[in-house]
Structure formats: C-alpha cells, structure tokens
C-alpha cells in the first residue's frame, strides 16, 4: 500500500465463496503501507522472493525468502522493504471481506504489468485513506522515533 507497490489479485473473494482473498506483491526498495488494524480479518504473508521488514505488534521479523508470518485479527502491523532490490510476496486476507474493494477502489486496476505506477500524490492518499475507512482499516500514526 505504498508508493510504487504493485497488486495481483491470485484468488479473489468470488473465487473463493469469500473464504479468503490471495495477492501477490511487488514492493519496490523502501515501499510498504503504513501501520494499520484490520479489526475483522487474519492476514499472513509469505515472502517469495527478497526479504521485508514485518511488524507485527511489537515483534519485528526480518522475514527472507521462504518466510511466513501471521498476523491475528485487530493487531497492529506493517511492512516495509528495507532491502534495495524489489521484495515478491504472497499475502492473505481470511475471511475475504471487502478487502478486495479496498484495493480495487485504492489503486489504479490494470492487466499491464508493466503499466507506469501511479504517483504518490495528495489526490492519491486522501482516496486510499477514505477507502480504509469505508472498509475497517485502522490506519495508525507512524511509530515515533
């Protein structure tokens, strides 16, 4: 969910009977969203290729190739490519939801993937934040220090 990450939805909410709702992403160096709760859903990553930063209450894991982290339902978390090449991940949202209409109301939909990114702009930010709320994402402030 941030500047320069790219989405593909592997198994949408139809597909699933709204079971769970699977997405691959391309997280670009220093990319990733920002602290939030999903009050409502489990969400669990597994890192394909590269490695994240994953926050997850307190704990920080510095997840690599192979690694799966799970986060519980109203837990506070992020992720943040903290390497210099592009992170590959798989990530969950169980059940489905409308998490999938939070992406798709958020970010441009294309089946180019190699469509130019959409810039981080002010317009940008302000229609994911409003979707976020629409759909029971907590965004948090950033962490102080």
Same mark, same amino acid.
């Not at 089946?111 to 979707?131: K, N, V």
């Given at each position: 969910?941030?500047?320069?990450?790219?989405?593909?939805?592997?198994? #949408? #909410?139809?597909?699933?009977?709204?079971?769970?709702?699977?997405?691959?992403?391309?997280?670009?160096?220093?990319?990733?969203?920002?602290?939030?709760?999903?009050?409502?859903?489990?969400?669990?990553?597994?890192?394909?290729?590269?490695?994240?930063?994953? %926050?997850?209450?307190?704990?920080?894991?510095?997840?690599?190739?192979?690694?799966?982290?799970?986060?519980?339902?109203? /837990?506070?978390?992020?992720?943040?490519?903290?390497?210099?090449? %592009?992170?590959? +991940?798989?990530?969950?949202?169980?059940?489905?939801?409308?998490?999938?209409?939070?992406?798709?109301?958020?970010?441009?939909? /294309?089946?180019?993937?190699?469509?130019?990114?959409?810039?981080? %702009?002010?317009?940008?930010?302000?229609? +994911?934040?409003? #979707?976020?709320?629409?759909?029971?994402?907590?965004?948090?402030?950033?962490?102080?220090?």
């Amino acid at each position: 969910m941030g500047p320069g990450d790219v989405y593909t939805i592997l198994a #949408s #909410s139809a597909e699933t009977g709204g079971d769970y709702i699977a997405l691959e992403a391309l997280v670009p160096p220093d990319g990733g969203p920002p602290p939030h709760i999903h009050h409502d859903q489990i969400e669990t990553f597994f890192i394909l290729e590269g490695e994240m930063e994953i %926050t997850v209450g307190d704990q920080v894991y510095e997840a690599k190739a192979g690694d799966f982290v799970h986060v519980s339902k109203g /837990t506070p978390h992020n992720f943040k490519n903290r390497s210099r090449t %592009t992170t590959k +991940m798989v990530f969950t949202f169980v059940p489905a939801g409308d998490i999938e209409e939070f992406f798709r109301e958020s970010f441009k939909e /294309t089946t180019d993937r190699h469509a130019p990114l959409e810039p981080l %702009t002010d317009a940008f930010i302000q229609r +994911m934040l409003e #979707s976020a709320d629409r759909h029971d994402i907590e965004i948090l402030p950033p962490p102080e220090g």
